[in-house]
């Protein structure tokens, strides 16, 4: 079993900053594409990040040059630095993790940008 673990949201004023971390534990080994995902009320979850094994990242057009993703092997972490923060950013966050069989799903952290 793995179990992805989100932490950092909260709320914060526009133009503010905010980190997003998930820990992956239990019977981890590898990962593949780890990623960001968020999901706003009455709407579809979209992806927001995602960096692959070998470091390359894509970002949603929403948060290029804002938002910066990283991942830490070694810890089973991917990271979110969020920047310049804008009402619309406002959703529930998710990270994602492509294991070798699975693939896994975080709780979900509230991130609230307020004009």
């Known amino acids: 079993q793995v179990h992805l673990v989100e932490s950092g949201g909260g709320l914060v004023q526009a133009g503010g900053s905010l980190r997003l971390s998930c820990a992956a534990s239990?019977?981890?080994?590898?990962?593949?594409?780890m990623a960001w995902y968020r999901q706003g009320p009455g709407s579809k979850r979209e992806l927001v990040a995602r960096?692959?094994?070998?470091?390359?990242?894509t970002y949603s057009a929403s948060v290029e040059g804002r938002f910066t993703i990283s991942r830490d092997d070694a810890k089973h972490t991917v990271s979110l630095q969020m920047n310049s923060l804008k009402p619309e950013d406002t959703s529930v966050y998710y990270c994602?993790?492509?294991?070798?069989?699975?693939?896994?799903w975080g709780q979900g952290t509230q991130v609230t940008v307020s004009s």
């Open positions: 994602f993790m492509d294991g070798d069989s699975d693939d896994y």
């Open positions: 960096v692959s094994r070998d470091g390359r990242t």
């Open positions: 239990g019977s981890v080994f590898r990962f593949g594409v």
